[in-house]
T-cell receptor, first 110, second 115 residues
Framework: GESVGLHLPTLSVQEGDNSIINCAYSNSASDYFIWYKQESGKGPQFIID?????DKRQGQRVTVLLNKTVKHLSLQIAATQPGDSAVYFC?????????FGAGTQVVVTP | GAGVSQSPSNKVTEKGKDVELRCDPI?????LYWYRQSLGQGLEFLIY????????KSGLPSDRFSAERTGGSVSTLTIQRTQQEDSAVYLC?????????????FGEGSRLTVL
C-alpha cells in the first residue's frame, strides 16, 4: 500500500548548525502534512504543518518544504539546539487518518 | 489536567492475559485515535473514533484487539490473550474535530510488556 517514509534513520548535527530532515511520500491524494517531534518517553508533539496548495511554510526556527512533483517533504531546523534532540516524524493525512513515517533520530552534538 | 491522559503508564503482563488501556482525551475533543509504537519504530495506526463511533478500525492487528469509546470521551483499548508481539507503547491522541486535517494531541502512552 502507499506509505510515508524517511530517507535517514539517524542525523547527527553540531549545535548551532542547521538540520534538514527529509521525507518521501507516495500517496498523491494526501493534501495535508505534519511534522511531529518525539522526545524520549513522551508522546509526539506537533511542530508544523503544511497543506498541499503550499510549497513552503515557516515557523519559529523551523521551515517545512513540500515538493509535490517528487513527493518530497522536508523539515529544516535553524540553529539546532540540544533540546532539538529527538525523533522526528513526518505524517500525511488521507481519508481521515494520520499515517506516520518511520522517523528520524536527530542527535545534537556540542 | 489539560492534556491527554493515559493509564496505566506501564503494564507488565503474562502471555495469555487480557489487558485494558485507558485514554482520557482533552475535554471537548470529538476525535480520538489509538496508535501503537514498537521499540525504535514509527507509529502504527490502530483505530479512530469520531464521537462514540469508529469509522475506521482498519488498523487493528487481529480480533484480539478491540476498542470502545463511551460518552464521546473516555476510550478503552482491550487486548485479549496477549502475545509477546503485542509488547509496545500504545499512544492515544485526540483532536477537536476529525477528518483529514488538524493537529493531534498525544498522551504519553501506555507501555505494555508481555512476558
Amino acid at each position: 500500500g502507499e506509505s510515508v517514509g524517511l530517507h535517514l534513520p539517524t542525523l547527527s548535527v553540531q549545535e548551532g548548525d542547521n538540520s534538514i530532515i527529509n521525507c518521501a511520500y507516495s500517496n498523491s491524494a494526501s493534501d495535508y502534512f505534519i511534522w511531529y517531534k518525539q522526545e524520549s518517553g513522551k508522546g509526539p508533539q506537533f511542530i508544523i504543518d503544511i497543506r498541499s496548495n503550499m510549497d513552503k511554510r515557516q515557523g519559529q526556527r523551523v521551515t517545512v518544504l513540500l515538493n509535490k512533483t517528487v513527493k518530497h517533504l522536508s523539515l529544516q531546523i535553524a540553529a539546532t539546539q540540544p533540546g532539538d534532540s529527538a525523533v522526528y516524524f513526518c505524517a500525511e493525512t488521507s481519508w481521515g487518518k494520520l499515517q506516520f513515517g518511520a522517523g528520524t533520530q536527530v542527535v545534537v552534538t556540542p | 489536567g489539560a492534556g491527554v491522559s493515559q493509564s496505566p503508564s506501564n503494564k507488565v503482563t503474562e502471555k495469555g492475559k487480557d489487558v485494558e488501556l485507558r485514554c482520557d482525551p482533552i475535554s471537548g475533543h470529538t476525535a480520538l485515535y489509538w496508535y501503537r509504537q514498537s521499540l525504535g519504530q514509527g507509529l502504527e495506526f490502530l483505530i479512530y473514533f469520531q464521537g462514540n463511533s469508529a469509522p475506521d478500525k482498519s488498523g487493528l492487528p487481529s480480533d484480539r484487539f478491540s476498542a470502545e469509546r463511551t460518552g464521546g470521551s473516555v476510550s478503552t483499548l482491550t487486548i485479549q490473550r496477549t502475545q509477546q508481539e503485542d509488547s509496545a507503547v500504545y499512544l492515544c491522541a485526540s483532536s477537536p474535530s476529525g477528518g483529514a486535517t488538524g493537529e493531534l494531541f498525544f498522551g504519553e502512552g501506555s507501555r505494555l510488556t508481555v512476558l
